[in-house]
């Protein structure tokens, strides 16, 4: 029974990524677009005052393209394909990924009821970390490969690299160590993962309680249950990534290729030196787009497979 619970789970976890990346893969290349370095900043000429005799200075300042600027510059130099680059290394590790996560997250949380309090925030919080560092450690080298797949740039008609010319390139140029390069921006953002799980898992558990405390309500799920599991995956989010945005910015900087980004804290430094605070936020709107559906979607994916295959989970 434990080891058909958990095929389950890897079942459910793989399905529900697959539909995710698969629908929200442009969003995912605006996003790194946006959070790189390279991207082409616009001069603007801004008067700066504070000079001896008070007058105004003019002196250019850089500006972020905006979304749609960077999404119209894409189509029109590349061709809508490019708004699916990275997508085959996306679909061979969002499966596998989520299939993974899911099943740590699911039995390390046995694990941690035996512990703590069962299904307390502590446990939800362990059990969602734990899975991301497991994910994280054995994914790492599939991601890179696909941020530098939607980093570069090629014009219309210009061959681009496939996943596996890409992955024989980094190793060329860089070796194995080249596939962690991020690494340690993905463990940082464990926080982020945890964050979503400990608000979407207490908001389930209360949507359990008013739905069994309801007399009219029985044991069977309804569609409007799912739909608000997706509400909930999608609030919870939301909010994580909003809290836990930077951390992404700097794993992109990290995996650039020939970058002078080398460490995590070094990365921060130099961002917010040369660039300011602000630009650890830059691609946050592309990124709350595209996640919080793929995350409603990936979520209730999951709890629609597991429903239908087996017991609902806890």
């Not at 929200?24 to 001069?43: D, F, G, M, N, Y």
């Not at 069994?212 to 608000?228: E, I, Q, T």
Request: glycine share 10%; charged share 20%; aromatic share 10%.
């Amino acid at each position: 029974m434990a080891q058909r619970d958990t095929f389950l789970h890897l079942f459910a976890g793989g399905c529900g990524g697959t539909v995710g990346a698969i629908m929200t893969c442009p969003l995912e290349v605006l996003k790194t677009r946006l959070q790189s370095s390279r991207i082409a900043l616009r001069p603007v000429f801004q008067v700066q005052l504070g000079t001896l005799s008070g007058t105004g200075v003019l002196r250019p300042g850089p500006v972020t393209p905006g979304l749609l600027q960077v999404l119209r510059s894409i189509l029109e130099k590349e061709g809508p394909k490019s708004l699916f680059r990275g997508l085959g290394p996306n679909l061979v590790g969002v499966a596998p990924s989520r299939a993974i996560y899911f099943a740590a997250y699911s039995k390390s949380k046995e694990g941690f009821n035996s512990i703590f309090v069962p299904n307390s925030g502590v446990v939800h919080m362990s059990s969602a970390g734990f899975a991301a560092f497991v994910t994280n450690s054995l994914m790492n080298p599939i991601w890179m490969v696909k941020t530098r797949m939607q980093l570069e740039k090629k014009a219309r008609g210009e061959k681009r690299m496939n996943a596996l010319q890409c992955a024989r390139y980094v190793y060329r140029s860089e070796g194995v160590r080249g596939f962690y390069r991020g690494l340690t921006a993905s463990y940082a953002g464990i926080s982020e993962t945890m964050i979503c799980f400990l608000i979407y898992e207490t908001l389930k558990k209360h949507m359990a309680q008013r739905r069994f405390s309801s007399p009219s309500s029985g044991s069977d799920r309804r569609a409007s249950d799912f739909l608000g599991l997706m509400m909930a995956a999608a609030f919870a989010k939301g909010c994580a990534s909003c809290i836990a945005y930077p951390h992404e910015v700097i794993r992109t900087r990290l995996r650039e290729e020939g970058s002078k980004y080398r460490y995590f804290f070094q990365t921060a430094r130099l961002v917010a030196v040369e660039e300011g605070y602000a630009a650890f936020y830059r691609g946050l709107i592309p990124q709350l787009i595209r996640q919080i559906p793929n995350t409603a979607i990936v979520l209730s994916t999951y709890e629609l497979i597991v429903y239908l295959l087996g017991e609902p989970s806890q």
